[in-house]
């Protein structure tokens, strides 16, 4: 009796190219967000609380919205987490890695949620503040961690693109340059 092939595993094997490209696209538009915000602050030379990026301008309340960040950080969380079983070798260790910095992320958002439902602040602060945020302003944490999430997560798919043949030989997914 054959066991019916699931969600997850057709997501990384017959799926797995399509899957990242709509992962890519979701995380190329939150990183442009947090890019347009910087060249308001620091280009533009908005003030922060106007500086919202592209969708923040007008719905004000994305910004200020600690679910809507905690929401993000969770489905960039749960997207590293679905798709890693397709990659292999060493495309699968920089997907790793992009995912362990991206659960520390989820866990300071998670914090930052806390915060915002009990009105009670890190630190004494006068509004939601992460672990890192003690150290970093925000904004510059924030593009920071949009960083050193994507940088691996980037290298993670161009090894995937052009597996070493040890590492094609076991991939199950069409998104080798050149696979069938």
Same mark, same amino acid.
Do not use: C, N
């Given at each position: 009796m054959s066991t019916p092939v699931t969600t997850r595993r057709q997501l990384n094997e017959r799926h797995h190219k399509a899957a990242l490209g709509?992962? +890519?696209?979701?995380?190329? /538009?939150?990183?442009?967000?947090?890019?347009? %915000? @910087?060249? %308001?602050?620091?280009? +533009?030379?908005? &003030?922060? &609380?106007? @500086?919202r990026? !592209?969708?923040?301008? &007008?719905?004000?309340?994305?910004?200020?919205?600690?679910? $809507?960040?905690?929401?993000? /950080?969770?489905? $960039?969380l749960v997207g590293l987490i679905l798709l890693r079983p397709g990659f292999t070798g060493r495309s699968r260790t920089w997907w790793t890695i992009a995912l362990a910095i991206q659960f520390w992320h989820h866990i300071e958002h998670l914090l930052l949620l806390l915060q915002a439902i009990t009105g009670?602040? +890190?630190?004494?602060?006068? !509004?939601?503040?992460?672990?890192? %945020?003690?150290?970093?302003p925000r904004v510059e944490l924030h593009l920071f961690y949009n960083a050193v999430v994507f940088v691996p997560m980037v290298v993670a798919m161009l090894l995937h693109r052009r597996p070493r043949e040890a590492e094609r030989s076991v991939m199950r997914c069409g998104c080798a340059l050149g696979a069938a």
């Open positions: 709509v992962f +890519l696209v979701i995380v190329l /538009a939150h990183w442009a967000e947090h890019i347009v %915000q @910087a060249i %308001q602050i620091y280009a +533009l030379g908005w &003030p922060i &609380p106007e @500086a990026g !592209v969708l923040g301008l &007008p719905f004000p309340w994305l910004v200020t919205s600690e679910w $809507m960040h905690y929401g993000y /950080a969770l489905v $960039m009670t602040h +890190l630190a004494g602060r006068p !509004v939601p503040t992460s672990i890192i %945020q003690l150290v970093i």
